[in-house]
T-cell receptor
Framework: AQSVTQPDIHITVSEGASLELRCNYSYGATPYLFWYVQSPGQGLQLLLKYFSGDTLVQGIKGFEAEFKRSQSSFNLRKPSVHWSDAAEYFCAATTSGTYKYIFGTGTRLKVLA | DGGITQSPKYLFRKEGQNVTLSCEQNLNHDAMYWYRQDPGQGLRLIYYSQIVNDFQKGDIAEGYSVSREKKESFPLTVTSAQKNPTAFYLC????????????FGDGTRLSIL
């Protein structure tokens, strides 16, 4: 079955430290991949997306993600975290031939001052 | 600015009552979606619609109903058959083509009185 897994439920980092959020997918073919961010009580905002081509994708707010086919991973990274990055992050995937998207269960990021 | 509007922001349901959540978009998107979000469970798909007058059940459609009479509107009714309706409900839309990212509204929080 198709799935998206975010192994870390909670992550805490200090402001200014680097960040990596993990995402693994299980699909028959390479899916289209997305990272979203959600602030409390709000909807989801798209950070970046991967369709094909360059495996390092740049997004908004200084985020980037690297697609690794051999590891079925699409990890989100940021070199230096700001207090305003505290939020919940969701990885999502979809494939050709369907309008359905599968979301991971999310990773809640806490930033220490 | 284009976007998705969900209303109301907060909604309370009495036992045995049906309630309807509104979702309107002015992005000219063909596809629209309803998700339910519970803590630690990510987003679960309730219903989705690819075109006007057509919609499909998602993974947790029982106790919910939708209509798609206009391209801009995709209301969700939470019926009395849904025994555990307390959740955060998110509406989303996407443009034509499966690789298009989803755009989200700010959600409706539904609680039982």
């Amino acid at each position: 079955a198709q799935s998206v897994t975010q192994p870390d439920i909670h992550i805490t980092v200090s402001e200014g430290a680097s960040l990596e959020l993990r995402c693994n997918y299980s699909y028959g073919a390479t899916p289209y991949l997305f990272w979203y961010v959600q602030s409390p009580g709000q909807g989801l905002q798209l950070l970046l997306k991967y369709f094909s081509g360059d495996t390092l994708v740049q997004g908004i707010k200084g985020f980037e993600a690297e697609f690794k086919r051999s590891q079925s991973s699409f990890n989100l990274r940021k070199p230096s975290v700001h207090w305003s990055d505290a939020a919940e992050y969701f990885c999502a995937a979809t494939t050709s031939g369907t309008y359905k998207y599968i979301f991971g269960t999310g990773t809640r990021l806490k930033v220490l001052a | 600015d284009g976007g998705i509007t969900q209303s109301p922001k907060y909604l309370f349901r009495k036992e045995g009552q049906n309630v309807t959540l509104s979702c309107e978009q002015n992005l000219n998107h063909d596809a629209m979606y309803w998700y339910r979000q519970d803590p630690g469970q990510g987003l679960r798909l309730i219903y989705y619609s690819q075109i006007v007058n057509d919609f499909q059940k998602g993974d947790i459609a029982e106790g919910y109903s939708v209509s798609r009479e206009k391209k801009e509107s995709f209301p969700l009714t939470v019926t009395s058959a849904q025994k555990n309706p307390t959740a955060f409900y998110l509406c989303a839309s996407s443009g034509q083509g499966v690789s298009q990212p989803q755009h989200f509204g700010d959600g409706t929080r539904l609680s039982i009185l």
